[in-house]
Each structure stands twice: as structure tokens, then as C-alpha cells.
């Protein structure tokens, strides 16, 4: 079960790293093959994602693809709402976490694919309302993303493209927001004992492994296409999470 672990970790890594989203599928991997209840899978996938984070943004920093302007204030708002998200997840039942996060995705995705308009929010507005917009995209991010464990990316890049955001800079800011959303939110995890360490450290190799190659692939993917892996990748997420927590019972 630790190399079926080890290897779905990697995979998920290269998603990571790639399309910025796939984190998500760390925590029924952890559950599955970890043995973990729900709120134990969700906290000790987060606390690994500060890992995975700090290496994906050090290499997106030497491609050039982090737009800082953009994920400054994104990631203000994140680390706001993170905690404060976490210490809500942890008194709501496992079932309930799930339904969210899968509307959440669901939703997000499926907008996304519509086709593109002739002007989008983030193109129509400038210096405060922007950075205001940025900042509301961090809360929100932050608080789900607590709630449920999952990396930042599963939420902020459907929700940047949404807003029209550049493919690329949304994936680089998607991975630097894995890492302060991991600071905050395994604050409060840690707090209510869920993070298991002894499993979180072998995921977390395994995740940088993949991120390595997950980014030389995210350079080297036209962006149109890499855009409707995402989405057609979230709706998939999103799917199977819902179809998990309305057939079977969670712990």
C-alpha cells in the first residue's frame, strides 16, 4: 500500500505541477491506500502541500511565470481566510466537505469552458479594483481550501480563468497559494491533532518528484490547450468527489 501511495503521490505531483490543480486527489489517495479517516486525509494532505509549494514556485520563479502583482494579493487574502476556513472544516462532517467542494469545482470548471468573451473583468479593470478583485479571489480560495484540504489551485485557477485571468501567471500563482494556504490552515489542523506526520513526509518526496516534471511540461503545452486540460480536469475532480460523498459513507 506505501508504493501505491508513493506512486499516486507522484502522479499527482506532475499534475501539480502541470496544471496547478490535482491535489485534491491526494486525499482519497490517502484514504484508500493511507488508511486515513477523512479529516486526518484532508490536514495531512495540506500540511505536505507547503512543500510541494515552495519547490513548484521556485521553479516557476526561474521560468518567469509568476506574476507577482497578481498573486501578491491573492495570497494575502489566503492566508486570511485559511485558518479561519480549517477550524470550520474541522467541525463539519466529512459528507459535508465533500458536496462543497465538488459544487465549488463543478461550478467553476464548467464556466470556465464557455467560450471566451470579447471582454473579461481582469482585462476592464485596473490598479485598486484589480488588486481589490485579487484580494477576494485569496479569501475565498483560502477558506474552501482550509475547509477541505485540497491545494490552492483547485479553486483560485478556475476561478482566475473565470475572471480572465492569463493561463500561465494563474498556474504560477496557483503555486505559490499552495504554500501559504498550507501555513495557515495546518496551523489549525495541527491544533486539533489530524495531520498524520509519519505518512505526510513519504508523500511529500514523492509530490516533489512529479512537480519537477509536471512544470517542464506546463512550458512546453500551447496555452489554449493546457486551459481546457484544466477545466475538462477539474470537471473530472469535481465528479468524482461528488459521486463518492452522495453513494458512499464518509468517516
Request: proline fraction near 2%; hydrophobic fraction near 55%; include cysteine.
Amino acid at each position: 500500500m506505501l508504493v501505491l501511495l508513493g506512486l499516486s503521490a507522484l502522479f499527482i505531483g506532475v499534475l501539480i505541477g502541470a496544471t496547478g490543480v490535482g491535489g485534491v486527489l491526494l486525499i482519497p489517495a490517502l484514504m484508500f491506500f493511507g488508511g486515513l479517516g477523512t479529516h486526518q486525509a484532508m490536514a495531512t494532505a495540506l500540511f505536505s502541500f507547503f512543500f510541494a509549494g515552495i519547490l513548484a514556485t521556485y521553479i516557476y520563479q526561474r521560468y518567469g511565470s509568476i506574476s507577482w502583482n497578481v498573486t501578491l494579493p491573492v495570497l494575502l487574502g489566503s492566508f486570511l481566510s485559511s485558518y479561519a476556513g480549517a477550524w470550520v472544516g474541522s467541525l463539519a462532517s466529512a459528507r459535508q466537505l465533500n458536496i462543497l467542494l465538488a459544487a465549488i469545482i463543478l461550478l467553476s470548471s464548467s464556466y470556465a469552458l464557455l467560450p471566451k468573451r470579447e471582454a473579461t473583468i481582469a482585462t476592464s479593470i485596473s490598479g485598486r479594483a484589480s488588486t481589490g478583485l485579487l484580494f477576494g479571489i485569496g479569501l475565498f480560495t483560502g477558506f474552501f481550501c482550509g475547509m477541505t484540504g485540497a491545494g490552492g489551485g483547485i479553486i483560485s485557477v478556475p476561478v482566475m480563468l473565470i475572471f480572465g485571468y492569463a493561463t500561465l501567471p494563474t498556474i504560477a500563482t496557483s503555486q505559490v497559494l499552495q504554500s501559504i494556504v498550507s501555513v495557515s490552515g495546518s496551523a489549525s489542523n495541527w491544533s486539533s491533532g489530524f495531520i498524520v506526520f509519519s505518512v505526510a513526509w513519504w508523500i511529500t518526496l514523492c509530490e516533489l518528484a512529479g512537480i519537477t516534471l509536471g512544470v517542464r511540461i506546463a512550458h512546453r503545452v500551447p496555452v489554449a490547450v493546457l486551459k481546457r486540460c484544466v477545466s475538462f480536469f477539474c470537471i473530472a475532480i469535481g465528479l468524482f468527489i461528488a459521486f463518492k460523498a452522495i453513494f458512499f459513507q464518509d468517516a
